[in-house]
């Protein structure tokens, strides 16, 4: 069981997230959904301790999620990652590994196993000698994901991993995704896109500063749910869409 209670953030004083509380069980899909700005990536970073907090505690287990931060596999959003920096395929999904055997260690055979195994996983396995600015975006979300994978984890934060990929990564991406819950994991995933790969998710966040709704996808899209966060200018927009029509209630 994941627990937030009253998760709260500012920057210089401006509120970027306000009072945010949810729980979650085991073996969940979680969409953070919320118009650009909301502060999805915000209380991903909040959660896992790696920014401070006005106020509120994040739970894992009934113990501090920051003081279990082996257990957790974050991928930030594409554009944090300085794809310059010369490191291959290999070399990236191995650092997931440091954290089991730390920095000065040299790597184990399982690791070289688990890493090997995560990198077939997401189909990149003929490309782990390439370096990672020579990927395409869809290719780098893939390597991120094996690396999260490599890590063993508990729970999975990733933010934006749909942004700017191609079909056959969102393909791995979402399979992948069902396999982890199958073996009971957590996975909080951003996306201010909520198009046709709404239907994936077990439960949404719908996020604008506070929590607007959160439960069942048919329950928090609803247009009042909805207008709450986006504002009024989508809801006539959408109504004329007919592949969207079917999370309004
Ligand atoms: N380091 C920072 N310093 C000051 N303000 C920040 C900082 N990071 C984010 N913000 C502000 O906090 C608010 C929430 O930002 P955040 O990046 O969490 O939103 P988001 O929902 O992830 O947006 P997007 O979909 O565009 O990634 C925004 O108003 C943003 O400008």
Partial sequence: MLEVKNLSV???????LINVSFCLASGLLVGVIGPNGAGKSTMIKAMLGLIPTASGIVKFRGQMLKQQRRYCAYVPQRSQIDWDYPATVWTVVMMARTIHTG????????????V?????????WELRHRQIGELSGGQQQRVFLARALAQEAEMFFFDEPLAGIDKKTEAIIFDIFSQLKAEGKILLVSSHEWGKSLH????LLLLNQKLIAHGFPEDVMTIENIQHAYGQGLKSQLLHEPGEAMYFC
Avoid: C, K, P
């Fill in 10 to 16: 500012n920057y210089r004083g401006v509120n970027a």
């Fill in 103 to 114: 920095w000065f260690r040299s790597t184990s055979r399982q690791s070289e196993e688990i």
């Fill in 116 to 124: 090997a195994d995560a990198l077939r996983r997401v189909g990149m």
């Fill in 200 to 203: 994936h998710y077990d439960r």
